[in-house]
């Protein structure tokens, strides 16, 4: 089991960035959540197994259609008992 931190910088606001998370971590099975960050970016925790978070962290450098991702930091974290994925409040 791994736990990161992602923080998602570049046009990543207004482009329907949460909701593709949502969807993509759902359909890959990981736990945690996404939101909007006061600064432009997005934030999310995503834990799961280490190949399937790495795939996650993969596509979060794409995101989706209309985004576009300049940078994708990744910091290891502890998981939060999230259970499923979903959104939080801008932070």
């Given at each position: 089991m791994r736990t990161v931190r992602?923080?998602?910088?570049?046009?990543?606001q207004g482009v329907g960035y949460r909701a593709w998370?949502?969807?993509?971590?759902?359909?890959?099975?990981?736990s945690g959540w996404v939101r909007n960050r006061l600064d432009g970016s997005v934030e999310a925790l995503v834990s799961g197994d280490d190949d399937t978070v790495e795939a996650m962290i993969a596509l979060c450098g794409d995101g989706p259609y209309g985004a576009r991702v300049t940078a994708v930091a990744i910091e290891e974290d502890q998981?939060?008992?999230s259970t499923g994925f979903g959104a939080r409040p801008t932070a």
């Open positions: 992602l923080r998602i910088s570049g046009r990543v998370a949502i969807a993509t971590a759902t359909r890959l099975g990981l998981p939060d008992g």
